[in-house]
Nanobody, 115 residues
Framework: QVQLVESGGGLVQSGGSLRLSCTAS????????MGWYRQVPGKQRELVAV???????NVVDFVKGRFTISRDNAKNTVYLQMDNLKPEDTAVYYC?????????WGQGTQVTVSS
């Protein structure tokens, strides 16, 4: 499995920005899809953004125009830039990586948006 370490979470006011980082233990050139999910207590984990090895990224509709996913294979890192944050974005954000039909997860990073 690929080891993933997330960082960048924290407390921010509504309308603010955060950038999450997810660094892999091996070259991301060898990893297919990477992305981010989020989860709030009592709810299922939901997909937020996906990016291919070639750098084509997509975000889900409810964050479109506010979140951007990017990937720096030279740094083995995927980023989630989150702008104009809303209280409903409060969640634990998890990075994942797909390699050879195996999905690996990071430990999660808490994002809290105050109103």
């Amino acid at each position: 499995q690929v080891q993933l370490v997330e960082s960048g979470g924290g407390l921010v006011q509504s309308g603010g920005s955060l950038r999450l980082s997810c660094t892999a233990s091996e070259s991301t050139f060898s990893i297919n899809t990477m992305g981010w999910y989020r989860q709030v207590p009592g709810k299922q984990r939901e997909l937020v953004a996906v990016i291919t090895r070639g750098g084509t990224g997509n975000v889900v509709d409810f964050v479109k125009g506010r979140f951007t996913i990017s990937r720096d294979n030279a740094k083995n890192t995927v980023y989630l830039q989150m702008d104009n944050l809303k209280p409903e974005d409060t969640a634990v954000y998890y990075c994942y990586a797909d390699k050879a039909d195996v999905r690996s997860w990071g430990q999660g990073t808490q994002v809290t948006v105050s109103s």
